[in-house]
T-cell receptor, first 116, second 114 residues
Framework: DGGITQSPKYLFRKEGQNVTLSCEQN?????MYWYRQDPGQGLRLIYY???????QKGDIAEGYSVSREKKESFPLTVTSAQKNPTAFYLC???????????????FGAGSRLTVL | KQEVTQIPAALSVPEGENLVLNCSFT??????LQWFRQDPGKGLTSLLL?????REQTSGRLNASLDKSSGRSTLYIAASQPGDSATYLC?????????????FGKGTHLIIQP
């Protein structure tokens, strides 16, 4: 998994519950990202963080929250406000910000969330 | 906003054939283009990264080309093997944006028949 650990791999949630997905990296990469993947769809950016204690909303941030208290960790909380949370969630890192021409995205193995 | 299209959406070919996957993008002002492989239920693995100043990159049986002026990239797979079966995605880093300037295509689902 390229030094990125996502947990849990599978998660089931009842409607109305908040859940937190973990993403930990040992690559010493500065930037971390959360993507959502739905069947037959491209990846969509939820949140990203380029430095500790700072993060930015992506295209579909509503109903999600994040924190970046440590360089190694970027947890994603799926709140009850997210109306359709069943999806495959992918965490990724880059050594520097996207604007760098040589940046390569490294992905974790993903977490599959199912709302019952 | 940048749009990335991958054609075909699915492809099934016999083992041993050479094949080409296509990726097109609407805005040629890009930093780079990446090709990824995704196995079912897994994360993405980076295959090749082409900088905007480059025309192609090669890794083993894979060759990716980039034509910025026409907004196209191709991924050529030589002598395909059943282990190549996966979904292949391309992603463009758009110079007009920051982290949200990375746009993914929906992927091509490839099946190599033994």
């Amino acid at each position: 998994d390229g030094g990125i650990t996502q947990s849990p791999k599978y998660l089931f949630r009842k409607e109305g519950q908040n859940v937190t997905l973990s993403c930990e990296q040992n690559l010493n990469h500065d930037a971390m990202y959360w993507y959502r993947q739905d069947p037959g769809q491209g990846l969509r950016l939820i949140y990203y963080s380029q430095i500790v204690n700072d993060f930015q909303k992506g295209d579909i941030a509503e109903g999600y929250s994040v924190s970046r208290e440590k360089k190694e960790s970027f947890p994603l909380t799926v709140t009850s406000a997210q109306k359709n949370p069943t999806a495959f969630y992918l965490c990724a890192t880059t050594r520097g910000p996207y604007a760098s021409g040589a940046n390569v995205l490294t992905f974790g193995a993903g977490s599959r969330l199912t709302v019952l | 906003k940048q749009e990335v299209t991958q054609i075909p959406a699915a492809l099934s070919v016999p083992e041993g054939e050479n094949l080409v996957l296509n990726c097109s993008f609407t805005d040629s002002a890009i930093y780079n283009l990446q090709w990824f492989r995704q196995d079912p239920g897994k994360g993405l693995t980076s295959l090749l990264l082409i900088q905007s100043s480059q025309r192609e990159q090669t890794s083993g049986r894979l060759n990716a080309s980039l034509d910025k002026s026409s907004g196209r990239s191709t991924l050529y797979i030589a002598a395909s093997q059943p282990g190549d079966s996966a979904t292949y995605l391309c992603a463009v880093t758009y110079s007009g944006g920051g982290a949200d300037g990375l746009t993914f295509g929906k992927g091509t689902h490839l099946i190599i028949q033994p």
